[in-house]
C-alpha cells in the first residue's frame, strides 16, 4: 500500500443529541487519513477491521463535539474547527500506523419538526428585523421631525426674544425720556417757586422798608403834623362859626303875657329855615 496517499473517508452519522438531548437528524464528518506504517497496521488491525475501528471513533468524536452545541447553535458546526477532533483520532488510531491530515464537518441536518421550528423562527427574525428596521426608519424620521420643530421654536423663541429685548429698550428709553421730562418740569416749577418766593420776600422787604421809613418819617414829623392837625381844626371850626345862625334872645317878664309868646312862634320857622337857596342858611 502507498503510504502517501490520502485516503478521504466521509461519514454521515444519525441521531446525535444536543446539549438539550435533543437527536440531530444527521452529522456529515469528513477526513482524509494516510496509512504511515503499512507494517503495524496490517500486523495489528487489516483492513477489513479498519473500516470499523475508524467508523467508531467518528462517531464517538462527533457525538461528542455535538453535545457541547445546543440545538439551535447545531449549525455552528459546519465548517468550524475540527483540530482537536483530528487530535482525538491520531491519538487512536496512531497505534494502527494510521494519521488523519484532514477533518472537517460539510452540513448538519436538524431534525424536521427542529427544522420547521427554526424556520418559523427565522420568518419570525426577518420580520422583526424587517418591523425593526422600519421602525428605526420611522424613528429617524420622527426624530428629524422633532429636531426640525426644535429649530424651528428656537428660531420663533430667539424672534421673539429679539422682539422682547426691542421692547425693553423701547420701554427704557421712553421711560427715561418721560423722567427726563418730569425732572425738567419739576426743575421749572421749583424755578418758578424760588423766582416768585424771591420776588414776594423782595416786595416784602421793600414794603417793610417802606413802611419802616415811612414810620421814621411819621416819627419824625409827629409835631409838624400834630400842628397841621390843630391848624385844620381851627380851620373847621372858623368855616362852622361862619355859617352858624346868629342866637335871638327874648325877654318876658315874670307876668304871664301870651304877646311874646305868640310872636316867638310867628319868628321861629323863619329864623330855622331862611332862605333855602343860600348855603348859608343851613
Known amino acids: 500500500m502507498d503510504t502517501s496517499t490520502e485516503i478521504p473517508y466521509t461519514a454521515p452519522i444519525s441521531a446525535c443529541p444536543t446539549a438539550e438531548n435533543v437527536p440531530l437528524k444527521s452529522i456529515e464528518f469528513f477526513l482524509k487519513f494516510k496509512i504511515i506504517d503499512p507494517i503495524a497496521f496490517v500486523r495489528t488491525i487489516g483492513a477489513g477491521n479498519f473500516d470499523l475501528v475508524l467508523s467508531s471513533a467518528v462517531q464517538d468524536a462527533i457525538r461528542q463535539r455535538s453535545r457541547r452545541v445546543t440545538t439551535e447553535r447545531a449549525y455552528d458546526l459546519r465548517g468550524s474547527d475540527v483540530g482537536d477532533m483530528q487530535e482525538a483520532l491520531n491519538r487512536q488510531l496512531g497505534r494502527y500506523g494510521v494519521r488523519v491530515t484532514g477533518a472537517n464537518i460539510p452540513d448538519v441536518q436538524l ?148 304877646t311874646g309868646a305868640l310872636l316867638l312862634a310867628q319868628l321861629l320857622p323863619k329864623l330855622g329855615l331862611g332862605n333855602p337857596a343860600d348855603p348859608a342858611s343851613r
Request: aromatic share 4%.
Open 111 to 258: 431534525p424536521d419538526a427542529y427544522q420547521q421550528h427554526l424556520a418559523t423562527r427565522e420568518k419570525i427574525a426577518k420580520e422583526l428585523s424587517a418591523y425593526e428596521r422600519e421602525w428605526e426608519l420611522t424613528r429617524k424620521r420622527r426624530i428629524d421631525t422633532l429636531l426640525m420643530e426644535i429649530e424651528r421654536a428656537k428660531k420663533t423663541r430667539d424672534a421673539r426674544l429679539v422682539e422682547v429685548k426691542a421692547a425693553q429698550n423701547t420701554a427704557r428709553k421712553d421711560v427715561a425720556r418721560m423722567l427726563e421730562e418730569q425732572e425738567t418740569e419739576a426743575q421749572r416749577v421749583r424755578w418758578e417757586i424760588e423766582a416768585r418766593g424771591r420776588a414776594e420776600l423782595t416786595a416784602a422787604e421793600n414794603e417793610a422798608t417802606a413802611l419802616r421809613r415811612l414810620a421814621d418819617a411819621y416819627r419824625d414829623n409827629r409835631a409838624v403834623l400834630e400842628y397841621e392837625l390843630a391848624r385844620r381844626r381851627l380851620d373847621v371850626g372858623a368855616k362852622l362859626a361862619e355859617h352858624a345862625p346868629t342866637p335871638l334872645v327874648i325877654r318876658t317878664s315874670g307876668t304871664a303875657d301870651p
